[in-house]
C-alpha cells in the first residue's frame, strides 16, 4: 500500500524560508513523477512543482519559478520542496502525490495523481 507522508510546514515570516519533506513508502517509485499540490481555504488545489523520481526532471508553476525548488532523495525514497522568499499568498495546505503514468505533460494535473498524503500547513506572515 503506497503510503505518502508530509513533514516540515509551520509558520515563517514573509521573505523566510521553509524546507517540506515526502516520505514515500509501499513500492518502487522509479517509474512515478512526484508532485507538490498546495490548496488555500476557498480556492482549489493549486500545482506547485513535480518531479520525474527517475531522471530528475522538473516542472514547476509560474507562481513560485525562481523560489521552490524540488529534488528528491531515491536511496529515503523522499522528495523535497525547498522554499525560499515566502510570500504571505504562499500560505496553504501542501500536498505530495504520486503519478504512475510517470513523467509527461500531465504532471501539472492534480486529477493524474494516484496517491496522495495527507497534507502539511504552511503559513507565511505578513
Known amino acids: 500500500q503506497v503510503q505518502l507522508v508530509e513533514s516540515g510546514g509551520g509558520l515563517v515570516q514573509a521573505g523566510g524560508s521553509l524546507r517540506l519533506s515526502c516520505l514515500a513508502s509501499?513500492?518502487?517509485?522509479?517509474?512515478?513523477?512526484m508532485g507538490w499540490f498546495r490548496e488555500a481555504p476557498g480556492l482549489e488545489r493549486e500545482f506547485v512543482a513535480a518531479i520525474s523520481w527517475s531522471e530528475g526532471d522538473t516542472y514547476y508553476a509560474d507562481s513560485v519559478k525562481g523560489r521552490f525548488t524540488i529534488s528528491r532523495e531515491n536511496a529515503k525514497n523522499t522528495v523535497h520542496l525547498q522554499m525560499n522568499s515566502l510570500k504571505p499568498e504562499d500560505t496553504a495546505v501542501y500536498y505530495c502525490a504520486a503519478e504512475e503514468g510517470g513523467w509527461g505533460p500531465q504532471v501539472g494535473a492534480a486529477y493524474e495523481y494516484d496517491y496522495w498524503g495527507q497534507g502539511t500547513q504552511v503559513t507565511v506572515s505578513s
Open positions: 509501499g513500492r518502487t517509485f522509479d517509474s512515478y513523477a
